[in-house]
């Protein structure tokens, strides 16, 4: 068989159809291409950039669409400064927003406090070990402390206290972008403002009886914080201390009269528990 068409027309054959395919594709994406507005980068300019999928969606160009279509709220970017936030708003003609910075805490004080179900022995992390019966501890909302927060955190701002067991947050590198608020398999991490003096360090809504039985440090919902905030900013809520830091004066009498001690000051001052 002749040269040419052992290996030379099958070559020109497999080019030729590879340059009208090209064409044609070319064509096609000229044709059916959708204009990209503007406003998006713009948009996107004024986002982090970190890509640290805390709002939920791939990075900040998938959020910047979002943000343009109406599927997404500026609120759901958590290291988004204000005055981007309302950089952002102004692009898409809304009303500018009046917010403040807020910074993660994890909202559990157990730990090493907090009885054991089990001496977890296995792989992995917070998640793996919640599939084993909810975790081995006693306190269904205890923290783990299995790090899945820790390697979900892209800002460093996340550690496991090795003396305590629970999981905490340094306030100075938290971008707040929620990403290890996602990532908690017990949904206990939260936001507070920056500028805020205290936070409750327990999650268990159970009665203070039943609290008291697994773990040496949960709210027992005595009510004497209540009682002695001149604001009424902290109350009993479903058995759990919960502050209004709208009406928080600041003045930590939550944080002394506790007994249990489970309401903390923040920036932290002081260890988690007592060795």
Do not use: W
Not at 81 to 95: A, G, Q
Not at 184 to 199: E, F, L, Q
Not at 208 to 235: F, H, L, Y
């Amino acid at each position: 068989m002749p040269i040419f068409l052992t290996y030379i027309m099958p070559v020109l054959l497999i080019g030729g159809i590879g340059g009208v395919v090209a064409v044609l594709l070319a064509f096609l994406g000229e044709k059916m291409a959708v204009d990209r507005d503007a406003r998006i980068d713009d948009i996107e300019r004024f986002l982090p950039g970190a890509n640290c999928g805390g709002c939920g969606r791939a990075g900040c160009s998938a959020m910047a669409e979002a943000l343009f279509s109406g599927e997404a709220s500026v609120t759901e970017c958590g290291p988004l400064s204000p005055e981007n936030k309302n950089n952002i708003l102004r692009i898409l003609e809304l009303p500018l927003a009046d917010s403040q910075r807020t910074v993660a805490v994890v909202h559990c004080i157990g730990g090493r406090a907090c009885k054991d179900k089990f001496d977890y022995q296995g792989y992995g992390d917070c998640k793996s070990a919640e599939l084993l019966a909810g975790g081995n501890k006693q306190c269904s909302l205890g923290c783990i402390g299995l790090s899945a927060c820790v390697d979900e955190c892209k800002y460093n701002a996340i550690t496991v206290d090795k003396r305590t067991g629970v999981a905490r947050v340094s306030y100075e590198y938290c971008a707040s972008c929620g990403a290890c608020v996602a990532e908690c398999p017990k949904k206990i991490i939260g936001r507070i403002p920056v500028d805020a003096v205290v936070y409750v360090a327990c999650s268990n809504t159970k009665t203070g009886k039943e609290v008291a039985s697994v773990c040496k440090k949960g709210c027992i919902a005595c009510g004497r914080c209540e009682k002695n905030c001149p604001t009424g900013a902290i109350a009993l809520n479903n058995n759990l201390a919960a502050i209004d830091y709208g009406r928080c004066i600041k003045c930590g009498n939550c944080a002394d009269v506790c007994p249990r001690k489970c309401i903390l000051p923040f920036p932290y001052e002081k260890p988690f528990i007592e060795t």
